[in-house]
């Protein structure tokens, strides 16, 4: 399977403790993306990479979340600290720049987080 | 930042019928619209996109229509089908390559 793949695909957690989800891009893609998706909504945006630099954040992110793409490859989103309000399935998507200023976002199946 | 706005919620049509789903949007600037499925438990998926410099776009019994002036843009599908029910998000973009996604549309479509 080529596309973006998400690890784990389900965490369980209790409140206060940390936790990091993991995102493997396809592989010719150079931006990559994450959201956060709470039942009955749409996917809520989070932050952005191009390569290595994340050139954007959402306002409405905690300092609590912190997100990485060291060698511009695969991409981790660490939330410090769990609130129940963290309950929340938790989307990456990658795009290719070849495709002009946007491009198709490849979603992952996602990583569902629940805090206890 | 952007807003969408998307109605209705939900929508229910029997097969064959269309369906018709609208959304709005704040900014101005705002210049990519693309429309995502989503089956559930699934991935979301584009289906269909229009750019600013069009007013209108078609694939098969999918169709896009954008108004810049009044900032809204719309779905058609038409010739529902089951395998169409699912829910649907538009979007639009703003800042640096992102998007902002409306609440979703969940479509069932009756046999």
Request: hydrophobic letters at 30%; aromatic letters at 10%; a negative charge.
């Amino acid at each position: 399977d080529t596309g973006v793949s998400q690890d784990p695909r389900h965490k369980i957690t209790k409140r206060g403790q940390n936790v990091t989800f993991r995102c493997d891009p396809i592989s010719e893609h150079n931006r990559l993306y994450w959201y956060r998706q709470t039942l009955g909504q749409g996917p809520e945006f989070l932050t952005y990479f191009q390569n290595e630099a994340q050139l954007e954040k959402s306002r409405l992110l905690s300092d609590r979340f912190s997100a990485e793409r060291p060698k511009g490859s695969f991409s981790t989103l660490e939330i410090q600290r769990t609130e129940q309000g963290d309950s929340a399935m938790y989307l990456c998507a990658s795009s290719s720049e070849s495709g002009g200023a946007w491009g198709e976002l490849f979603f992952g199946e996602g990583s569902r987080l629940t805090v206890l | 930042g952007e807003n969408v706005e998307q109605h209705p919620s939900t929508l229910s049509v029997q097969e064959g019928d269309s369906a018709v789903i609208k959304c709005t949007y704040s900014d101005s600037a705002s210049n990519y619209f693309p429309w995502y499925k989503q089956e559930l438990g699934k991935r979301p998926q584009l289906i269909i996109d229009i750019r600013s410099n069009v007013g209108e776009k078609k694939d098969q019994r999918i169709a896009v229509t954008l108004n810049k002036t009044a900032k809204h843009f719309s779905l058609h599908i038409t010739e529902t089908q089951p395998e169409d029910s699912a829910v649907y998000f538009c979007a639009a973009d703003w800042g640096y390559s992102t998007l902002t996604f409306g609440k979703g549309t969940m479509l069932l479509v009756s046999p």
